[in-house]
């Protein structure tokens, strides 16, 4: 298993322009959710979705938008982007939230900077 | 909503030491409790978690406790190496649903 991908690593952005960050998981997990973390801070859930079709606003949603298809996918996509929005992007996936199986697995993570 | 503070947020030790990070949170409903480790570039990983029907759980070097009544929970590294070296955050989950509020993190450093 790959386990969590995401796509691109890096990417520069100028104000106003748009962006999709690409998330995919291969461990069949119907929990996934972004999550942006700023320099010397803590992870602050975007978005998340409890399956196919179903999505829910965590606690910073603000200029975010999000779709879930598939299973698999969960992409992220910025609209006008904002110098705000300059972070590190995380991806995680889990099972669901029963015990043994609510463990978050992270992607490698996508550095956005706006400017 | 849940909040969780974390301490301290930088932490340096000699190899062979050990190293405690400590976390607080609000919500008492609070019942899952993981700790991940991120190194440089990389997203976290899970090392340990614990949940509220537990006091303690020990993985090797690696030990978390966990005080409801004072809401707060620690992670304990003994015998630390330099490979111990990262980012380490605490995170709490509250009833609805899986969503984890994440502490702002401690940089541990392990000076060999």
């Known amino acids: 298993n790959a386990g969590v991908t995401q796509t691109p690593k890096f990417r520069i952005l100028k104000i106003g322009q748009s962006m999709t960050l690409q998330c995919a998981q291969d461990m069949n997990h119907n929990y996934m959710y972004w999550y942006r973390q700023d320099p010397g801070m803590g992870l602050k859930l975007i978005y998340y979705?409890?399956?196919?079709?179903?999505?829910d606003k965590g606690e910073v949603p603000n200029g975010y938008n999000v779709s879930r298809s598939t299973t698999e996918d969960f992409p992220l996509r910025l609209e006008l982007a904002a110098p705000s929005q300059t972070s590190v992007y995380f991806c995680?996936?889990?099972?669901?939230?029963?015990?043994?199986?609510?463990?978050?697995?992270f992607g490698p993570g996508t550095r956005l900077t706006v400017l | 909503g849940e909040n969780v503070e974390q301490h301290p947020s930088t932490l340096s030790v000699q190899e062979g030491d050990s190293a405690v990070i400590k976390c607080t949170y609000s919500?008492?409903?609070?019942?899952?409790f993981p700790w991940y480790k991120q190194e440089l570039g990389k997203g976290p990983q899970l090392i340990i978690d614990i949940r509220s029907n537990v006091g303690e759980k020990k993985d090797q070097r690696i030990a978390v406790t966990l005080n409801k009544t004072a809401k707060h929970f620690s992670l304990h590294i003994t015998e630390t190496q330099p490979e111990d070296s990262a980012v380490y955050f605490c995170?709490?989950?509250?009833?609805?649903?899986?969503?984890?509020?994440f502490g702002g993190g401690t940089r541990l450093m392990v000076k060999p």
């Open positions: 995170a709490a989950r509250g009833i609805a649903g899986n969503m984890l509020t």
């Open positions: 995680a996936s889990s099972k669901d939230r029963r015990t043994s199986t609510d463990t978050q697995y």
């Open positions: 979705s409890v399956g196919a079709g179903i999505t």
């Open positions: 919500d008492s409903a609070s019942n899952y």
